[in-house]
T-cell receptor, first 111, second 108 residues
Framework: KAGVTQTPRYLIKTRGQQVTLSCSPI?????VSWYQQTPGQGLQFLFE???????NKGNFPGRFSGRQFSNSRSEMNVSTLELGDSALYLC??????????FGQGTRLTVV | GIQVEQSPPDLILQEGANSTLRCNFS?????LQWFHQNPWGQLINLFY???GTKQNGRLSATTVATERYSLLYISSSQTTDSGVYFC??????????FGPGTRLSVLP
């Protein structure tokens, strides 16, 4: 059974650019959540999607957005990148009332 | 929102020693998981344990939901156990709140 797949694994972008990260959940899982990990703030929740609908959103600016497709794959987008957006972005996939599984993450560096 | 604390923040052990990591949370939860973050950043599932006790090899975990804490036990530690251990809870909000982690270093 394939795990959660995140692409790309590593990314370097310039301030002001935008970036799109992708997450393919475990087959059959309809919930996909995104988290940002930085040394200063730890692991913080970005947003959660279920059946193409955003159910919950963390405390991040509007530059952070996401969506989910009918096959449950999810993308998150960050526009107008800032140096502080450099982080490890983790995606989690979950079925109803079960444990969540995380992907390997995308490490974003903004220069 | 719910608060999650972990202790100790750092732990250094000799190989073969036992350890106990603690997670305290401030409200009732419907999900609690323990993760080990590997050197490449991936969160590896250790236990899904909103209540009760589970064991998996040298690792075991106990959650006492009524008293709002969970414990992760590591016995006969190995150098490969090194890394950061996170407790994450979900209090019916469809998202995790993570603790700050415990950084474990196991020395040969």
């Amino acid at each position: 059974k394939a795990g959660v797949t995140q692409t790309p694994r590593y990314l370097i972008k310039t301030r002001g650019q935008q970036v799109t990260l992708s997450c393919s959940p475990i087959s059959g899982h309809r919930s996909v959540s995104w988290y940002q990990q930085t040394p200063g703030q730890g692991l913080q929740f970005l947003f959660e999607y279920f059946s193409e609908t955003q159910r919950n959103k963390g405390n991040f600016p509007g530059r952070f957005s996401g969506r989910q497709f009918s096959n449950s794959r999810s993308e998150m987008n960050v526009s107008t990148l800032e140096l502080g957006d450099s982080a490890l972005y983790l995606c989690a996939s979950k079925a109803l009332n079960t444990e969540a599984f995380f992907g390997q993450g995308t490490r974003l560096t903004v220069v | 929102g719910i608060q999650v604390e972990q202790s100790p923040p750092d732990l250094i052990l000799q190989e073969g020693a036992n350890s106990t990591l603690r997670c305290n949370f401030s409200d009732s939860v419907n999900n609690l998981q323990w993760f080990h973050q590997n050197p490449w950043g991936q969160l590896i599932n250790l236990f899904y344990i909103p209540s009760g006790t589970k064991q998996n090899g040298r690792l075991s975990a106990t959650t006492v939901a009524t008293e709002r804490y969970s414990l992760l036990y590591i016995s006969s530690s190995q150098t490969t156990d090194s890394g950061v251990y996170f407790c994450a809870v979900d209090n019916y909000g469809q998202n995790f709140v993570f603790g700050p982690g415990t950084r474990l270093s196991v020395l040969p």
